[in-house]
């Protein structure tokens, strides 16, 4: 195990964009996008090369607005046990306030401490070097968002990242991802069959009911996988991301994107997945409850229990 975490940290630390590396800082900075007012308070407007910068998009509450390319960060974490929603449909169970129907569903996880060497001593640069790019792009008199990071008291500290679902198809054509590995890794809409198990046909949903709602999506909307691969670099089936996922240690590339709401007048940050490679599945974590305790001898001649009696 430490030989494969050391192994990724060296080739994250050799790509420039590792966050473990405290100079990596000198080699970003934010880039203003879009048409919103406060486009000039937003960090420096430069242009960058190579997307080898951190992007922001300015929006009136239009946080749904796919954000412009970006840096691809890098990590190594653990996926927190209880702040997971990874799963295929990020768990959608019915309209809620925060999400009123799936076409809003961003499956979303906290990234903690992997706490085993050598990403232990990294985890806590990662920490401040998010913190010292979330501070560097700010809008005067806005206050920030806790939603990205979470220093909740008597708990680890995380960082949250999300993915995005769904994606107009007037925003990407014939594309679904791209993604670059030890090998080229190209995967297509040509390539997901009716019967795929990618497809919108027989993609996992928490509760069948809504199943109708996702089929309507078809025609307008792309649906898109999670760039999730396991150990042997083979793209992660929807059905078993849950257990795959929930407390694995992974290694995770990711932009990180700024938005000024102006009805609330706040700054929000987020982490939007690109990449994720299992480096080492989770442990399976023992049942909590009652233990039903198993008789040591089982009598074949004891009369069965009368009807209506309970165990």
């Known amino acids: 195990m430490t030989s494969v975490l050391k192994t990724s940290c060296d080739c994250l630390l050799a790509s420039g964009l590792y966050l473990g590396d405290s100079s990596i800082v000198g080699r970003l900075q934010w880039v203003p ?148 590995l030890p090998l080229q890794v190209t995967v297509t809409h040509a390539m997901f069959h009716a019967d795929d198990l990618f497809s919108y046909k027989l993609w996992p949903l928490t509760k069948e009911r809504h199943c109708a709602e996702l089929l309507a999506l078809k025609p307008s909307h792309w649906l898109c996988p999670m760039p999730t691969y396991d150990l042997t670099n083979d793209l992660l089936i929807p059905s078993t991301s849950h257990r795959c996922l929930q407390g694995a240690i992974m290694e995770i590339h990711f932009t990180l994107s700024h938005w000024s709401i102006v009805t609330t007048r706040c700054d929000v940050y987020s982490g939007l997945i690109w990449l994720i490679c299992i480096l080492v599945l989770p442990v399976a974590s023992t049942a909590a409850g009652m233990k039903r305790k198993l008789p040591l001898h089982l009598d074949i001649e004891e009369k069965p229990a009368k009807k209506g009696a309970h165990a």
């Open 33 to 180: 996008e879009g048409r919103g007012a406060d486009a000039k308070a937003v960090g420096n407007t430069a242009d960058l090369d190579d997307e080898s910068g951190l992007t922001s998009q300015l929006s009136h509450d239009q946080t749904d607005t796919p954000p412009p390319k970006g840096a691809k960060l890098s990590a190594i974490v653990q996926i927190d046990q209880e702040n997971f929603w990874l799963a295929s449909n990020g768990s959608y169970v019915g309209p809620t306030a925060i999400c009123k129907e799936i076409l809003k569903v961003k499956p979303s996880c906290s990234l903690s401490n992997p706490a085993v060497e050598p990403a232990p001593s990294d985890f806590a640069t990662v920490l401040q070097m998010l913190c010292v790019l979330t501070e560097e792009c700010v809008t005067p008199g806005y206050s920030s968002r806790k939603s990205f990071f979470s220093m909740e008291k008597n708990k680890p500290p995380c960082f949250k990242v999300q993915h995005r679902l769904f994606e107009a198809c007037a925003n990407r054509l014939h594309r679904l991802v791209g993604i670059f």
